[in-house]
């Protein structure tokens, strides 16, 4: 252990967080997705969306009663190459494991596949979704709405959501190129790591209402549940430095999200309702395209893995070291934390520490405890 932070091993993760899926009544198939889709954020070192969300989101969720541990998927339309699934405010990673599946399939016969879902919860790390397309030679895509925290370009009101709109696409090198990044500067769990390990927000992220931007992570938090504070979206403040960009893509993840299986959007997605908590009702879109529909799939690896070793062999500015490309950095982290493990800080063992009392469980030796 140094300065409060340990290392647990992945599969020693995993398990536990099965075990607490399991002790929330998810039934056992679908808390191993669950966990699984967790495990794959802290593989890659996207330490926001892995086990440091399991209490605060799902936990805390469940036993507030505003989210369901058993997942009710109905399927509203089922044509040849596109569906709609409602999944009643159950788990998101569940019905998206099933959306994405179903958008494969699809895909494997018309080449493309596309499922949309309404009345849904927060699914964890999109790139998992589109790591399912890659692993049959596909490019993946998905995009989810979220609750409202960022402004649009001129305001200063949270009225979208981080909104990611997500792309996995196969190469011939031992990692796909991966996108996986909100539309915003910076998503709400980035900002609750900050708070977490006691940092501050780097400026520029956050605007309050008096259009000053914001550090203090734990106000930020704060604020952003008040409404008194919003995220920017990419690109900043303002037009000057392409604003709107981030804007708009956000506001095509939150169309397709919403419009296309008749969910709810912007301040709908709120989690309150006459002033109490309430579902969160999000939606998510997930596509499938068969390369095999368009070209020689090693062909199609090679152009790839040619336009991203370019890219990287390419000048680089003064100082720097390297060049990256999209997924690059989450691959050597999991070349190093497949045999380190999790990092766990201070504040994290404590939620730990709940969750075990909470569900009485047992057989864990964490050093912390």
């Keep these: 252990m140094k300065n409060d932070v340990c290392l647990i091993p992945l599969d020693e993760m995993k398990k536990f967080m099965i075990d607490v899926f399991k002790g929330l009544e998810v039934p056992e198939n679908e808390a191993k997705i669950c966990a699984d889709v967790l495990i794959e954020a802290d593989k890659r070192g996207m330490d926001s969306h892995g086990i440091n969300r399991l209490k605060p989101i799902y936990y805390d969720r469940i036993k507030a009663g505003i989210q369901f541990a058993r997942t009710k998927i109905d399927i509203i339309k089922d044509n040849m190459a596109t569906a709609v699934l409602d999944g009643n405010d159950g788990m998101g990673m569940v019905v998206s494991h099933k959306a994405m599946n179903m958008a494969i399939e699809k895909a494997k016969i018309y080449g493309l596949g596309m499922v949309a879902v309404r009345n849904s919860t927060h699914y964890g790390i999109a ?139 912007l301040q709908m997605l709120s989690g309150f309702k006459d002033g109490k908590k309430a579902p969160y009702h999000l939606g998510h879109f997930f596509i499938a395209i068969n390369i095999e529909s368009f070209s020689e799939v090693n062909d199609f690896k090679k152009t790839s893995g040619d336009i991203l070793r370019a890219l990287r062999k390419s000048k680089k500015m003064p100082g720097a070291d390297r060049i990256y490309t999209a997924g690059e950095k989450e691959h050597e982290i999991w070349l190093d934390r497949k045999d380190t493990g999790v990092p766990v800080n201070a504040s994290l063992q404590e939620d730990i520490k709940t969750l075990i009392n909470e569900l009485n469980i047992t057989g864990y030796q964490f050093p912390f405890l």
């Design 127 to 265: 790139g998992y979704y589109t790591s399912m397309a890659v692993k049959h030679n596909m490019i993946g895509i998905t995009g989810t709405n979220a609750r409202p925290s960022v402004a649009p370009t001129f305001g200063v009101q949270g009225m979208l959501g981080t909104n990611p709109m997500t792309f996995g696409i196969p190469t011939d090198e031992d990692f796909p190129f991966s996108l996986d990044c909100a539309t915003s500067i910076s998503q709400r769990g980035k900002i609750e790591y900050y708070a977490r390990a006691g940092k501050p927000t780097p400026a520029g992220l956050v605007i309050n209402h008096s259009g000053e931007s914001m550090t203090d992570s734990a106000e930020i938090l704060k604020a952003l549940t008040e409404g008194t504070a919003a995220l920017n979206p990419v690109g900043g403040i303002g037009e000057d430095t392409g604003g709107y960009k981030g804007y708009g893509y956000s506001t095509v993840v939150e169309i397709l999200s919403a419009a296309l299986q008749g969910g709810s959007f």
